[in-house]
Nanobody, 126 residues
Framework: QVQLVESGGGSVQTGGSLRLVCVAS????????IGWFRQAPGKEREGVAA????????YYLHSVEGRLTISQDNAKATVYLQMNSLKPDDTAIYYC???????????????????WGQGTQVTVSS
């Protein structure tokens, strides 16, 4: 099993920044591919970013490119999502998720991920 715990959500105004943190642990954790998803009320959960365990490759949803940056600290089993220039459309619950292996397969697809955190709320006001 892999346990994922998110933190760092909050309320900001348009143009503000937040840094989300995902800490991984568990007997099955071994530098897995980690992704960030978000789900707004009444909408499908969508993948916004992912990072391969070696850190050499990343994935971003087109609409967040240039504003969101995913990074990791393998020594701390932690993945970060730096979010800048936030917009009201970014308002959602953000989830951290892990795939079974180190390589990200179809990183934007929800069903590609086995383990999920509980989520952290991000609210952007205009």
């Amino acid at each position: 099993q892999v346990q994922l715990v998110e933190s760092g959500g909050g309320s900001v105004q348009t143009g503000g920044s937040l840094r989300l943190v995902c800490v991984a642990s568990g007997s099955s954790y071994s530098r897995n591919c980690i992704g960030w998803f978000r789900q707004a009320p009444g909408k499908e959960r969508e993948g916004v970013a992912a990072i391969w365990s070696n850190g050499h490759a990343t994935y971003y949803l087109h609409s967040v490119e240039g504003r969101l940056t995913i990074s990791q600290d393998n020594a701390k089993a932690t993945v970060y999502l730096q979010m800048n220039s936030l917009k009201p459309d970014d308002t959602a619950i953000y989830y951290c998720a892990a795939q079974e292996g180190e390589w990200c397969h179809d990183p934007g697809r929800r069903s590609a991920y086995t383990y999920w955190g509980q989520g952290t709320q991000v609210t952007v006001s205009s």
